[in-house]
């Protein structure tokens, strides 16, 4: 009968996994000075590793003290890069271990820069990659891929990095981190997880004259051409890994919108930008008026862009407001958009269809000042990334019409950050109701030390994957979305409050994980999207399935499975 070990969810026969050197090269397995004695005998270590055996705790300690002696994040960043090709378990233990100062460092704001200087600091592929040569032969290029049983996909076209706009192939730094989350915030099994990068080309001049570039030195493909390839993944991707969830990330405004109109209906698939980024932010919202003690029906919410995040999130609030017993054209008045040409008003011509439902009749106005003047809001939502967009004269506006003015600057890089939350916080008097989308130090004012924290997705596209994958669901709808905001606003502590704080602590964020992955559960099963029968305790289940970064006993586990036998 065969041998079979256990590698955290996974099962492994034990003549197929590596030994010596090849073990000591494969992330998935590799233990590094963990090694035990028995096991340096049996798996053929012995003389390849120093002597003395360390503990996983003892290997975190060396981790980190290389980690923290490097002198800047783009090191940090290449750090961690190079932990996570050689010891994949020992790097999700430090991002679990500790998330504020790893975070921040594998995601944003870090990665920015890292999409930015991909070509130059490379170092290994992770991945598939595919061009828009591949066209024709997309399903032979996906089965390269050495697993069959990938549960979630990250794919971009490098269009819209961030706020940093196309970057082309350099991209791809955004479905790593972003799958590096789920393993760490959801415990997805890194084996289960596949980042792909649509290589259409860039219009971006400067890096298509990069000589380290890594993508296509040629414009972006467009129109047909560019749909039927989205089809041909998409296609095979189903064919190859039939439960598979795909999130479309960091997709321009044009392709974004209408891929997910596309493909929503057809499997379990969903926009992060939009979709996460709504979620997390109706979940802030939610958090500041346990505060305010206001009604979300009674909000007026204006945003700073018109984009996939600013439509995004004012769709789910206005479906939240119609939940509320709000009719849903009184809820879209609520919402407003400001762009690059001011208000988005009803009497402007030559609107793109996302931002139709919200543009009002009012008369034009220029900028954010004015509008503010004129709506009267009680929250701003920055979400164009346009750095220093919340003037001190916007926000000291916003202090004078409300008590607790809600000011989220959620545009990242750093760079690209409405406003800081030293100057919100100066700025409106110690008043304001804060949430980030890079992290800013605590801020000590009027004697009070009030801690900010990031409307970050990872709070909820992690969940929201693994609740889709424990059901297999068939598709994920606005209401699983919903469901997520609803919990994760549920999970802060009145002592986060109190430190105007609107999230919980990213300590916390796999038990936020779990219970947004068990409600979007629930509601696969309740409306009979799951592809399974659903568990008499589905909190309990999610957990059950949580991978968890720990060395197995190589030897230990094969000796218990031969006495079993």
């Given at each position: 009968m065969m041998q079979e070990i256990q590698i955290e969810t996974a099962s492994v026969p034990l003549e197929s996994l590596p030994t010596g050197m090849g073990l000591l090269q494969d992330p998935a397995f590799n233990k590094g000075t963990a090694f035990t004695e028995s096991e340096r005998d049996a798996l053929h270590?012995?003389?390849?590793?120093?002597?003395?055996?360390?503990?996983?705790?003892?290997?975190?300690?060396?981790?980190?003290?290389?980690?923290?002696?490097?002198?800047t994040s783009l090191e940090k960043y290449i750090d961690l890069t190079a932990l996570h090709d050689r010891?994949?378990?020992?790097?999700?233990?430090?991002?679990?271990?500790?998330?504020?100062?790893?975070?921040?460092?594998v995601y944003t704001p870090t990665v920015?820069?890292?999409?930015?200087?991909?070509?130059?600091?490379?170092?290994?592929?992770?991945?598939?990659?595919?061009?828009?040569?591949?066209?024709?032969?997309?399903?032979?290029?996906?089965?390269?891929?050495?697993?069959?049983?990938?549960?979630?996909?990250?794919?971009?076209?490098?269009?819209?990095?961030?706020?940093?706009?196309?970057?082309g192939a350099n991209g791809m730094g955004i479905p790593v981190g972003k799958l590096s989350l789920y393993a760490a915030c959801a415990g997805v099994?890194?084996?289960?997880?596949?980042?792909?990068?649509?290589?259409?080309?860039?219009?971006?001049?400067?890096?298509?004259?990069?000589?380290?570039?890594?993508?296509?030195?040629?414009?972006?493909?467009?129109?047909?051409?560019?749909?039927?390839?989205?089809?041909?993944?998409?296609?095979?991707?189903?064919?190859l890994f039939p439960a598979v969830v795909i999130q479309f990330e960091d997709f321009a405004n044009h392709h974004a919108f209408r891929l997910?109109?596309?493909?929503?209906?057809?499997?379990?698939?969903?926009?992060?930008?939009?979709?996460?980024?709504?979620?997390?932010?109706?979940?802030?919202?939610?958090?500041?008026?346990?505060?305010?003690?206001?009604?979300?029906?009674?909000?007026?919410?204006?945003?700073?862009?018109?984009?996939?995040?600013?439509?995004?999130?004012?769709?789910?609030?206005?479906?939240?407001?119609?939940?509320?017993?709000?009719?849903?054209?009184?809820?879209?008045?609520?919402?407003?958009?400001?762009?690059?040409?001011?208000?988005?008003?009803?009497?402007?011509?030559?609107?793109?269809?996302?931002?139709?439902?919200?543009?009002?009749?009012?008369?034009?106005?220029?900028?954010?000042?004015?509008?503010?003047?004129?709506?009267?809001?009680?929250?701003?939502?920055?979400?164009?990334?346009?750095?220093?967009?919340?003037?001190?004269?916007?926000l000291a506006e916003m202090a004078r019409l409300n008590d607790?003015?809600?000011?989220?600057?959620?545009s990242n890089p750093t760079s690209k950050s409405e406003c800081t939350a030293e100057q919100a916080y100066t700025a409106t008097q110690g008043r304001a109701l804060f949430a980030c989308g890079s992290p800013f130090d605590p801020v000590s004012i009027g004697g009070r030390t009030l801690v900010p924290r990031q409307g970050n997705n990872s709070?909820?596209?992690?969940?929201?994957?693994?609740?889709?994958?424990?059901?297999?669901?068939?598709?994920?709808?606005?209401?699983?979305?919903?469901?997520?905001?609803?919990?994760?606003?549920?999970?802060?502590?009145?002592?986060d409050l109190e430190h105007g704080s609107l999230y919980p602590a990213l300590a916390r964020v796999r038990e936020v994980s779990a219970h947004i992955a068990a409600a979007v559960a629930k509601i696969a099963f309740a409306k009979g999207f799951a592809g399974v029968p659903e568990p008499s305790d589905v909190l309990a289940f999610v957990r059950s399935q949580m991978y968890e970064p720990r060395y197995s006993n190589y030897v230990g586990n094969a000796a218990r499975q031969t006495l079993a036998e």
């Open positions: 270590l012995r003389g390849l590793l120093p002597p003395r055996v360390f503990s996983q705790e003892e290997q975190l300690d060396r981790v980190l003290e290389n980690f923290r002696r490097k002198p010891n994949e378990a020992l790097f999700f233990r430090l991002l679990i271990d500790h998330p504020d100062e790893m975070f921040p460092i920015g820069l890292a999409c930015q200087q991909y070509g130059h600091i490379f170092q290994r592929p992770r991945g598939i990659f595919i061009s828009a040569r591949d066209r024709g032969r997309v399903a032979e290029v996906l089965a390269n891929w050495p697993r069959r049983d990938v549960a979630i996909i990250v794919v971009t076209d490098g269009e819209r990095i961030l706020g940093l706009g196309d970057l099994h890194p084996n289960v997880c596949l980042p792909v990068m649509l290589d259409v080309g860039t219009d971006n001049a400067e890096l298509r004259k990069d000589p380290l570039y890594l993508g296509l030195q040629e414009p972006r493909l467009r129109g047909a051409d560019y749909d039927a390839l989205v089809e041909e993944f998409v296609t095979a991707a189903r064919e997910l109109e596309r493909y929503r209906d057809r499997m379990p698939t969903f926009n992060d930008d939009i979709q996460g980024t709504a979620a997390v932010t109706l979940a802030g919202i939610i958090s500041a008026l346990r505060v305010t003690g206001g009604q979300l029906v009674d909000q007026t919410i204006l945003f700073q862009g018109a984009g996939e995040a600013a439509t995004g999130i004012a769709n789910l609030t206005v479906t939240a407001m119609v939940a509320q017993g709000l009719p849903q054209q009184a809820a879209r008045q609520r919402c407003w958009l400001v762009d690059s040409h001011g208000l988005v008003v009803a009497s402007r011509t030559g609107l793109a269809p996302h931002k139709q439902a919200f543009a009002h009749d009012h008369a034009p106005v220029a900028d954010l000042l004015g509008a503010v003047k004129a709506l009267k809001p009680t929250a701003i939502v920055g979400v164009a990334a346009v750095g220093g967009a919340f003037t001190e004269a916007v607790r003015p809600i000011v989220f600057a959620l709070y909820i596209f992690p969940g929201v994957g693994l609740g889709a994958i424990v059901s297999r669901t068939s598709c994920i709808t606005d209401e699983m979305f919903m469901a997520a905001a609803t919990t994760l606003a549920g999970l802060v502590e009145p002592s």
